[in-house]
């Protein structure tokens, strides 16, 4: 059952969110506040108040994207995640230099035009060198393929690819 609410800013289209995270070792669940850009996601399974966090990164080009793959990323079993989403070129590179991040899950087209992905990747590579950059694409082509490793990225992923694929 998901408990978190989802609103969104229309002067600043940043997805906010209240997330719900059961807490480590209790049966019940407790109101957790977190940033205007970040929530907070722990799965049920993860196994101590010790484990590490992943801290990821979303660049979508709507922010019910955002909140879709925030959501897949809690069931694929990562343990502790804290997810920052963002959907426009400027609000991803604020994220970042306002958050430690590990992963950057960024789409090829941003609210802000088609292919400006690719544009971040690179800005994402040469600001914050030790983040990973996965490009999400609609389908996969060989010139934009190119381009994403080019630019600085980890990997590049197929939408149509189970969201586990991630976990590779």
């Known amino acids: 059952m998901d408990r978190s609410r989802l609103t969104i800013n229309p002067t600043h289209n940043i997805l906010n969110s209240t997330a719900f995270c059961p807490q480590l070792g209790s049966s019940g669940f407790s109101e957790r506040y977190m940033t205007p850009l970040s929530r907070e996601v722990v799965h049920p399974r993860a196994s101590s108040p010790r484990a590490t966090c992943t801290r990821v990164l979303i660049g979508e080009e709507t ?21 920052h989403c963002a959907i426009t070129t400027k609000q991803i590179l604020k994220a970042a230099a306002d958050n430690v991040i590990d992963i950057a899950l960024i789409s090829e087209d941003l609210q802000d035009g088609a292919y400006k992905g690719i544009q971040v990747v690179e800005q994402l590579r040469v600001t914050h060198p030790n983040v990973r950059s996965i490009l999400l694409v609609r389908n996969i082509r060989r010139e934009v393929t190119l381009d994403a490793f080019r630019s600085g990225a980890k990997g590049v992923l197929c939408r149509k690819e189970p969201i586990e694929a991630l976990l590779k």
Request: hydrophobic share 45%; aromatic share 0%.
């Open 63 to 83: 922010a019910i994207d955002c909140q879709l793959l925030g959501d897949a990323l809690k069931r694929c079993r990562l343990g502790r995640v804290t997810v």
